[in-house]
């Protein structure tokens, strides 16, 4: 592993996810799953989000289509928070919602929304991160 890449990932994933969030998915991993979180936080957040091709906005905006298209609610629901915070806007998020209705199915946009539905009042909230 790059601890270069590594690191990068880590501060990228932090400023993404919450920082409270990401620690504690590292410091409550075992000898089962640790090597799971090296790999996300290296090749995920450190080698792709890391690239300088795509803005954070952008790849938040890909991150909801493609969670969404594959039923995945708990990643979309971390996505959504992080989207939010790289600067997508409700508006935004409702437009992808819509396109992954049409191209994915209704019940992937049904469920997409009140994923969203939910992030969105707990951010009102002032909830913590994911």
């Known amino acids: 592993m790059s601890?270069?890449?590594?690191?990068?990932?880590?501060?990228?994933?932090?400023?993404?996810l919450g920082k409270e969030f990401v620690e504690n998915s590292i410091a409550s991993a075992d000898d089962f799953n640790l090597p799971m979180q090296q790999l996300t936080t290296e090749y995920c957040w450190g080698y792709v989000w890391g690239r300088e091709g795509l803005p954070k906005k952008t790849r938040s905006m890909l991150n909801l289509?493609?969670?969404?298209?594959?039923?995945?609610?708990?990643?979309?629901?971390?996505?959504?928070?992080?989207?939010?915070?790289?600067?997508?806007?409700?508006?935004?998020?409702?437009?992808?919602?819509?396109?992954?209705?049409?191209?994915?199915?209704?019940p992937a946009g049904v469920d997409s929304f009140r994923i969203a539905r939910e992030v969105f009042k707990e951010v009102e909230a002032g909830k913590p991160d994911n």
């Open 3 to 16: 601890q270069e890449i590594y690191e990068r990932g880590l501060e990228i994933r932090k400023s993404v």
């Open 65 to 106: 289509a493609m969670l969404s298209a594959l039923n995945r609610p708990h990643e979309l629901k971390m996505h959504l928070k992080g989207a939010l915070k790289n600067g997508v806007t409700k508006e935004e998020i409702r437009e992808i919602l819509l396109q992954v209705a049409i191209y994915c199915g209704i």
